[in-house]
């Protein structure tokens, strides 16, 4: 059974910063691209960052350029996502997704079939 497991949100004043964390489980995603979602209630999951499988490629929002990084460390099926400077917009449930497609990056929500559980990342002003 695949698992990708989220970690490290919380509460935050704007302007810190926090690091996500996504261990997965059950499978190796070392030759699959890998990223992260955010979604407030009553809206889209839509895409933050996503990384292809050797972490030489990386997509931003134009929302959280300059300010996230995303990275990768396939020994340990694992991506991160630093958060720097967050702001009220940022907050969040932030999810971790895997993808199926060999060696490619996919942008799209869809492009991903595997999905943790979510994070919440809340932003005080």
């Known amino acids: 059974q695949v698992q990708l497991v989220e970690s490290g949100g919380g509460l935050v004043q704007a302007g810190a910063s926090l690091r996500l964390s996504c261990v997965a489980t059950?499978?190796?995603?070392?030759?699959?691209?890998m990223g992260w979602f955010r979604q407030v209630r009553g809206q889209e999951r839509l895409l933050v960052a996503v990384?292809?499988?050797?972490?030489?490629?990386?997509h931003y929002s134009d929302s959280v350029k300059g300010r996230f990084t995303i990275s990768r460390d396939n020994a340990n099926n694992t991506i991160y996502l630093q958060m720097n400077n967050l702001q009220p917009d940022d907050a969040a449930t932030y999810y971790c997704?895997?993808?199926?497609?060999?060696?490619?990056?996919?942008?799209?929500?869809?492009?991903?079939?595997?999905w943790g559980q979510g994070t919440q990342v809340t932003v005080s002003s």
């Open positions: 059950g499978r190796s995603f070392s030759s699959n691209g």
């Open positions: 990384i292809s499988w050797n972490g030489a490629v990386t």
């Open positions: 997704a895997g993808s199926d497609l060999y060696k490619q990056l996919g942008r799209l929500r869809t492009t991903y079939k595997y």
